[in-house]
């Protein structure tokens, strides 16, 4: 076995159907939190009118905004002092947990998180703000939710689109972390068991949205995701992605589903565990066609094109891509390399090696 370092944070997890309303006003008390400020998005107050009802709340910020902008923590934190909250009670997706980490990260307040997408930060150490088109991320022990707890009743609202292409995200982690930098045989196995389970869930959810079964299964599956990618970190798809995102504005869910198999297939022969793990937990004989197949199957996109990226932006985004370091990558990548793996995924087309598993 090769030798490795695994980094995990302290964090208590609690997981089930109706945790949320059961145990939250235990699990504030456990941290000696009398006051929470509670964080939120207009989407996602009505949950937390129902969580906050027996709970003392110094006060609810629910200003949160895509990509944490600087201005919306300024207010947060102002809010915060003004409202003597000893802690935060994050409710909501990946913008709501981050905008609770840079809070934290300002004001050293514990933060209790109650996830309802399937993003994962709230498992990581990974903070990131923006300001106008600059975003700053960085990691800290800070940041790190003391508790958090997993409630798959309280995502039973999350519209089909959004579902498929946050589950599709989690499932980019998994991917990831078999040859991210902090890769090791623990992430490896909790990042296989993640496909599996998001590969069985998804269906099942798309089909049946209030099913509680399949909710489980993927916020299960999310957990799993979220853990691998906090130890292994992330590699060339996350890069890409994040030069998507910003430069065009591409929607950061969807983007991960339509990119996903493509860097799979560019790295599936450089990473001979990603085929043999994987592609038994997704049910197919290779990665990049099992992740297009479930891709198609619950109808997410599987084109750039779908999302607005076209092929007059490739030379711009293969220009910005190769601005990143890309020296950590399995296999090398140069400008060709970025240009075939974009080409294909602006129109939806896998490597001939690949394309038979396809639909
Ligand atoms: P999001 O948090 O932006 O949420 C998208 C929308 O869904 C919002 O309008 C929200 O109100 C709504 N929503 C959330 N839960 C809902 C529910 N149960 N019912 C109805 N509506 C609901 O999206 P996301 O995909 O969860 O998070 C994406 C962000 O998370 C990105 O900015 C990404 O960079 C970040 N992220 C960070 C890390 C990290 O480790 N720091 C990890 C993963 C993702």
């Not at 006051?35 to 129902?50: G, Q, Y």
Request: charged residues 15%; neutral net charge; glycine residues 10%.
């Amino acid at each position: 076995m090769r030798a490795f370092t695994y980094e995990t944070h302290a964090a208590r997890v609690v997981f089930g159907t109706g945790c949320a309303e059961r145990a939250l006003a235990e699990e504030l008390g456990r941290l000696g939190a009398r006051r929470a400020l509670i964080v939120t998005t207009p989407r996602t107050a009505p949950l937390v009118a129902e969580l906050a009802a027996p709970l003392s709340v110094a006060a609810v910020f629910d200003g949160v905004r895509p990509h944490v902008p600087v201005d919306t923590v300024d207010r947060a934190v102002a809010l915060a002092t003004r409202a003597g909250a000893d802690a935060l009670l994050s409710v909501g997706g990946g913008s709501t947990t981050g905008t609770a980490k840079a809070i934290a990260l300002r004001t050293s307040l514990p933060i209790v998180a109650v996830p309802t997408t399937y993003a994962g930060s709230e498992v990581t150490s990974v903070w990131g703000t923006t300001e106008g088109a600059r975003k700053t991320t960085g990691r800290s022990p800070l940041v790190v939710p003391r508790t958090v707890l997993y409630d798959p009743a309280l995502t039973t609202t999350l519209p089909a689109a959004m579902t498929a292409a946050s589950a599709m995200n989690a499932m980019a982690h998994c991917v990831e972390a078999f040859y991210a930098p902090g890769a090791n045989p623990v992430t490896d196995l909790v990042a296989a068991e993640g496909v599996r389970v998001i590969a069985g869930a998804l269906p099942a959810v798309m089909a049946d949205p209030a099913g509680e079964a399949g909710r489980t299964g993927l916020l299960y599956g999310a957990y799993l995701a979220g853990s691998a990618f906090a130890a292994a970190g992330s590699g060339l798809h996350h890069q890409i992605c994040h030069v998507l995102g910003g430069a065009f504005g591409l929607p950061h869910a969807e983007t991960h589903t339509v990119l996903l198999p493509h860097v799979a297939a560019f790295n599936e022969p450089a990473v001979p565990a990603l085929r043999a793990r994987l592609a038994p937990a997704l049910g197919a004989t290779d990665v990049a066609g099992g992740l297009t197949r479930l891709a198609a199957r619950i109808g997410a996109p599987v084109s750039l094109a779908q999302i607005g990226l076209t092929e007059d932006d490739l030379d711009t985004a293969v220009g910005l891509v190769l601005e990143k370091d890309l020296g950590g990558n399995p296999r090398p990548v140069g400008e060709a390399e970025v240009r075939g793996i974009l080409t294909g995924a602006v129109h939806g087309h896998l490597p001939a090696s690949t394309r038979r598993e396809s639909v």
